[in-house]
């Protein structure tokens, strides 16, 4: 809901570079052929595409009729998705980090940072979290013993606290926008679960840092 309906969607509106969504992608052939068609040797070459794309000064837009993509439902079946997935974003970052001022004047300097923000951002954040939750629970201690005050006091706990928070509800703003009235009930519900949903992500975001380097084509 928040990928489909409201993010890629907000993208598009702004004419941002776009990570193609996967199953239903619809192309012109020349655009496909001008830009040199897929990557088989991107593991996620719908999101190498679509930034092979806007380099060409191809515009990409969503529709809104909804397809039927099935998510992981198990554990079994998450991690080697997500891992798949994120080192395919992991290995399209290095890809068009090969020549950073070459892509920055093919994508433009809004459409760089926004480049950055989606693939730099997302796996940093991923890759970090457990060390962000160090500073979560450093910070929930630190309250516990010496009281809400030292939050004024202490600069980096009022910094971990307005992040956390940032995150939160920002991921909360996003899942609302694009979900429907019993969605949002549902996502509520089970809103405490979600540091544990972004632990799994970061444990696949780890686990994809290896095979890419020992095996960055392979599925």
């Known amino acids: 809901a928040a990928l489909f309906r409201a993010f890629l969607p ?7 570079p776009i990570p193609l969504g996967g199953t239903s992608n619809h192309f012109r052939m020349s655009a496909l052929k001008a ?6 040797h991107n593991v996620t070459e ?10 060409g000064g191809w515009r990409i837009e969503t529709i809104a009729l909804p397809t039927v993509e099935d998510a992981p439902e198990t554990l079994r079946t998450f991690f080697p998705q997500r891992t798949r ?3 395919g974003w992991l290995q399209t970052y290095g890809v068009h980090m090969r020549d950073p001022a070459r892509l920055w004047r093919e994508l433009g300097a809004r459409r760089f940072f926004v480049f950055q923000l989606i693939f730099h951002g997302m ?3 991923a890759l970090i979290l457990p060390f962000a939750l160090v500073l979560v629970v450093r910070s929930i201690v630190a309250i516990w013993d010496h009281g809400y005050g030292i939050l004024l006091d202490d600069r980096l706990l009022l910094i971990d606290g307005l992040i956390c928070l940032g995150g939160v509800v920002s991921f909360l703003a996003l899942a609302m926008r694009g979900a429907t009235r019993e969605e949002r009930m549902a996502f509520v519900s089970r809103l405490p679960l979600v540091p544990l ?3 799994l992500i ?4 780890w686990r994809a840092v290896w095979p890419l380097i020992r095996q960055p084509h392979g599925w």
Do not use: E, I
């Open 35 to 40: 830009v040199s068609g897929w990557d088989s």
């Open 10 to 16: 907000w993208l598009a509106r702004h004419g941002f």
């Open 202 to 205: 970061s444990g696949a975001a």
């Open 85 to 87: 997935w994120l080192k």
């Open 123 to 125: 796996m940093t954040s």
């Open 197 to 199: 949903y972004w632990l």
């Open 46 to 55: 719908d999101a190498d595409l679509g930034m092979r794309l806007a380099r």
